[in-house]
């Protein structure tokens, strides 16, 4: 394979000197490299007169967020065109709440294996002011499938009063929707469909609310709240659907619609509200496709008392090819008090498709058409999956490896920034 090196993101010479730091990879496969002496940054907007703008641009060739300084001009450009934009100031639609990725614990474990240096490059990268200006981090409560092994934080037997509770090496170490604890769950595992046991409201399902509840009560004490890091909102369930599936591949567990509204109505959202660890937390419902919608979201909050809970409604981006945006203007127009946030995305997830492309700019297109997608029906904001993956796409305890818009090579000790991430940048 031809490999082309040239720095990024400026416009390049080719060059094969090696210490430069854009790789071209053939076929238009362009990734950005970073080490411990260079990665390129986001060039700030700076201070605007009337009459001025700015535009970045990037391309399938290599130009990545190139800033350029435009000026209104009163001469005729010899240009013609047909497109006419007009702002009306007096329409306005959702506030924004931004845009964001998760620190799942393969995130954590990537970011460890390089220096302490291009750790903190890597996270100013996506919330600094010189990078894609993040405003949200979604932290998975105890594991997932991008974890190395399956954990919980109570995962004693019959400890309904969860005195046993506690977090462990990775919440410490490495890194908010929830996952859950299989001795509470129908099958006994957290892989594979399954609900949680006994009737509903009974003590299982008051065990799962005061988990949450001991969950941030604890958060609040470990080094989140030490460095200035509270929580924003939760999920009640990530992707309830998935547990109808009794073979599905990793956690998770199941919740109805109408299952969900009593949940949060009856139990969660009290008991969050009686915690003052948890009540201001904005509850999200949903967390799972566009499919549900909105019949989903009918359901919860037309229930009144269930609905004084609610904060939002979560998606999920894996099945948006086969469902219309418009369901979530559907969704917006029966709800219009609460907000739609997209809380999880990834490319790769499909089999065939290749893990992680090092430089696929058809990747950074899918990310690009469903952001405009979903904003364009109401979405306030829209979040990325693991902020940083391996060169496999993982780790990964089941072998789920999908791409990132971050891919680390521990070996070489750099990282790779992909045409995603710049996708990304473009909406900063």
Sequence with gaps: MRIVVF??????EITTNSSKSNIDLGKNLVVCVCNSTYCDDVESVGDLRPGQA????SDQSGSRLEKSNLRQSNQDSGVSSSVLL???LRTTYQKMLGFGGA??????????????SMQDSILEGYYGSSGLQYTIGRVPMASTDFSTREYGYAD??????????SLTMEDYQYKVGSYFIPWMKTNGHMKGGGKLRGEEGGEYYKTWANYFVRYFKIATGIEYHRNGIDFWGTTIQNEPTSGLNPDYGWQTMYLSAAMERDFVKNLLGPALKSSPYAKDLAVMINDDQRYNLPEWADTILNDTEAANYIAGIAIHWY?????PASVLTTTHNRHPDYFMLATEACNGYLPLQGKP?????ARAETYINDIVADV???VAGWMDWNLCLDMQGGPNWVKNFVDSPIIVDASKQEYYKQPMWYALGHFR
């Design 357 to 361: 492309i090092l430089g696929d700019w």
């Design 376 to 378: 364009s029906n109401w």
């Design 156 to 165: 004693t037997p019959g400890d309904f009063a969860l005195a046993n509770f």
């Design 86 to 88: 007009t702002i009306d």
């Design 54 to 57: 700015v535009e970045y641009y």
């Design 319 to 323: 099945e948006d090819l086969e469902v």
């Design 103 to 116: 620190f799942t614990d393969s995130a954590g474990i990537n970011l460890r294996t390089l220096p302490t």
């Design 7 to 12: 720095k990024c993101p400026k416009t390049f």
